[in-house]
């Protein structure tokens, strides 16, 4: 069982920046691809980022953060972070924070089946 407590949200103005921390259980965190994904109101959740750790730090992006956002980890500290800068309205949504334990040599995967953990979720909103 892996759990996973996002933490971070909030209101900012566009143009602001706003860092997500995600927290992890389970003493192989360091090697879980973890990703955090997005859901607005109305719209499916969607990818947003991704980081695997095994053979190498490698990351991946959505097209529409790239160069905005940027994912990390800490993995003495079990924790995950995206750091999102130049927020516009669009990027309004719950976050969510996900842990792939498949253990692949695979890049990290977009793809929503391919996480088993999920986290409750931390707001962000961006006001015009």
């Known amino acids: 069982q892996v759990q996973l407590v996002e933490s971070g949200g909030g209101l900012v103005q566009a143009g602001g920046s706003l860092r997500l921390s995600c927290a992890a259980s389970g003493r192989t965190f360091s090697r879980y691809t973890m990703g955090w994904f997005r859901q607005a109101p109305g719209k499916e959740r969607e990818f947003v980022a991704a980081i695997s750790w095994i053979g190498g730090i490698n990351t991946v992006y959505a097209d529409s953060v790239k160069g905005r956002f940027t994912i990390s980890r800490d993995n003495a500290k079990n924790t995950v972070y995206l750091q999102m800068n130049s927020l516009n309205p669009e990027d309004t949504a719950v976050y969510f924070c996900?842990?792939?334990?498949?253990?692949?040599?695979?890049?990290?995967?977009?793809?929503?089946?391919?996480?088993?953990?999920w986290g409750q979720g931390t707001q962000v909103t961006v006001s015009s």
């Open positions: 996900a842990a792939d334990t498949r253990l692949t040599l695979s890049d990290p995967t977009p793809r929503t089946y391919d996480y088993a953990y």
